[in-house]
């Protein structure tokens, strides 16, 4: 049963950003972005910057900061730390709210529908809401959360498709939060530093749960 | 509220987008305001600002003073060519009624609004 990763990526809330800060003379002068490494596709406004280049993706409006790896798996947290790390550093006096990182898995199953997949880990027969809803072209997902890393881990499952009438996919989409306490001394920076640690046990914990899919062993 | 800290949604990009271009309430845009404060604060205050850094630029209207630009990376090799300096100087979140300031200020040249600038509070 495939399983692939499709997305992922960290997120900053804060009370607000000012985009207009994130120019790319900024971002290079700060050592956040090689000169070369900047790519075509850049917008900067008041109320925006998307800023492209060889290593990741920066998308920032003012109540979010977004930062998509764009390197190898193996360098990836050290993307996040650092640039990320950098940002807020440089930033101290924004009040920022939470951190979050997100990464979505897509499972194929081998054989049978996306139904099939989904009833074989999710379908509660006796159920009665599924005796209300009725199974008439049904789609099934599911959602889970749990404390874990001194996060909220937030999990939605749910059929996919692409291109296709019918979806032929369970997608997996993770939401590690960690949300920081108004601190005007400096601890909200010390927090995101240790939060941003966790990308890559993040990252393993999502594919272990995404992964359980595929190993059920169920005959479909 | 729940703070939400997922993707941010192609939605909201769009939106962002489009309310950077949107008109202000007197027909100003946002970078007409940016080009003629830029330009501005270019002719008189160029040479004032010790080097590059973060400052607050304020305009003096009738006494009364108004923060205008919070300008980023200033220094005099981006300043010259005014196209460039445009890039670096962003304005603050304008009023209709500062936006309606500087630009009477702007067009009127018998009373050039006065220009003053100090690092922000947090680069001191």
């Not at chain 1, 971002?27 to 917008?43: N, Q």
């Not at chain 2, 205008?68 to 009624?97: C, H, K, Y």
């Not at chain 2, 500062?98 to 600038?117: C, G, Q, R």
Request: one cysteine or more; charged letters at 20%.
């Amino acid at each position: 049963m495939p399983i692939k990763l499709v997305g992922c990526n960290v997120a900053i809330v804060a009370a607000q950003f000012n985009p207009s800060i994130f120019s790319q003379l900024w971002l290079v002068r700060h050592g956040i972005v090689d000169e070369d490494d900047l790519l075509e596709g850049c917008i900067h406004t008041d109320q925006l910057a998307r800023v492209s280049s060889k290593k990741f993706h920066l998308l920032v409006i003012p109540p979010q900061l977004q930062l998509v790896p764009t390197v190898p798996e193996e360098d990836e947290a050290v993307v996040v730390a650092t640039k990320v790390g950098a940002i807020v550093h440089l930033l101290p006096h924004t009040p920022y709210v939470a951190i979050g990182m997100n990464f979505n898995w897509q499972v194929f199953p081998d054989s049978g529908t996306v139904l099939d997949l989904a009833k074989s880990l999710f379908y509660v027969p006796t159920s009665p809401v599924s005796a209300a809803v009725g199974d008439d072209n049904l789609g099934l997902g599911a959602y889970y959360s749990r404390d874990i890393f001194g996060g909220r881990m937030r999990l939605d499952i749910k059929p996919r498709s692409e291109g296709h009438v019918h979806a032929d996919r369970l997608q997996f989409d993770f939401n590690f939060q960690f949300d920081l306490n108004q601190d005007n001394t400096g601890g909200n920076i010390r927090s995101i530093d240790h939060h941003l640690a966790n990308w890559s046990k993040a990252k393993q914990e999502s594919l272990r749960i995404a992964q359980a899919a595929v190993s059920t062993g169920v005959s479909i | 509220m729940v703070t939400q800290t997922r993707a941010i949604p192609e939605e909201a990009v769009d939106k962002r987008l489009s309310q950077s271009v949107m008109p202000r309430p007197n027909g100003m845009r946002n970078h007409d305001i940016l080009a003629m404060t830029a330009l501005a604060f270019l002719t008189q205050s160029c040479g004032e600002l010790a080097s590059a850094g973060e400052f607050l630029a304020q305009v003096q209207d009738e006494g009364i003073s108004r923060p205008m630009l919070d300008i980023q990376e200033f220094d005099a090799m981006i300043a010259r060519p005014v196209t460039r300096a445009g890039l670096s100087l962003m304005p603050m979140e304008l009023s209709s009624a500062d936006a309606h300031v500087i630009e009477t200020a702007l067009s009127n040249k018998s009373a050039k609004p006065t220009f003053a600038t100090s690092r922000l509070p947090e680069m001191k």
